[in-house]
Each structure stands twice: as structure tokens, then as C-alpha cells.
Nanobody, 113 residues
Framework: QVQLVESGGGLVQAGGSLRLSCVAS????????MGWYRQAPGKEREQVAT?????VTNYADSVKGRFTISRDRNTAYLQMSSLKPEDTAVYYC?????????WGQGTQVTVSS
């Protein structure tokens, strides 16, 4: 059974940086697209960035130029720089595997002003 485990969240001041990691375990096969989503209190979950198995990336306009997604097979990373208070949210890892989307449990990112 595929499981996604995120790590790297925390509290950071505005302008700072954090790096999130997501490890997909439970299979020898590679995930298809992996991505990061976030959900702030009172808001819907939104896509932050995705990366295909071939390395093609896509970013939300709100994070372009500040966040970088990368992956090493079944581990995905989200390097977040120039963080803003509005980036505060629970960040979730997502992976497409065998036509099903899998989700991690989420990691809290809090950016103080």
C-alpha cells in the first residue's frame, strides 16, 4: 500500500525559507505526477506545484519565482523561499499512482510577519 509522508514544515519569519520533503513508500514502482497542495484555515485546498515523472513542473501563480518543486524518483521536495504570511497553511503531498491519487497527512507551515 502506497503511503506518503511529509516533513519539513515549521514556523518561519516572513522572507525566510523552508524545504518540505515527501517520501512515497510501499512500492518499487515510480509515482506518476507528484505535487504539493495547501489549505489555509477557512479556505479550500489549492494546488501549489506539480512535477511529472519526466520532470515537467507547474506552479500556481502565487508561488512562481519563490517556490521550486523537484523530485528524486519517489521523493518530492518543495523549496520555499521569500515566504509570506499568506503562505501559512497545511501543506499536503499528492501523488498519482496507478490511476489513483494518494495524499499525505500534511505538514504545517506558519509564516510570521
Amino acid at each position: 500500500q502506497v503511503q506518503l509522508v511529509e516533513s519539513g514544515g515549521g514556523l518561519v519569519q516572513a522572507g525566510g525559507s523552508l524545504r518540505l520533503s515527501c517520501v512515497a513508500s510501499g512500492t518499487i514502482f515510480s509515482m506518476n505526477t507528484m505535487g504539493w497542495y495547501r489549505q489555509a484555515p477557512g479556505k479550500e485546498r489549492e494546488q501549489v506545484a506539480t512535477i511529472t515523472e519526466g520532470g515537467v513542473t507547474n506552479y500556481a501563480d502565487s508561488v512562481k519565482g519563490r517556490f521550486t518543486i523537484s523530485r528524486d524518483r519517489n521523493t518530492a521536495y518543495l523549496q520555499m523561499s521569500s515566504l509570506k504570511p499568506e503562505d501559512t497553511a497545511v501543506y499536503y503531498c499528492n501523488a498519482l499512482f496507478r490511476a489513483a491519487y494518494r495524499w499525505g497527512q500534511g505538514t504545517q507551515v506558519t509564516v510570521s510577519s
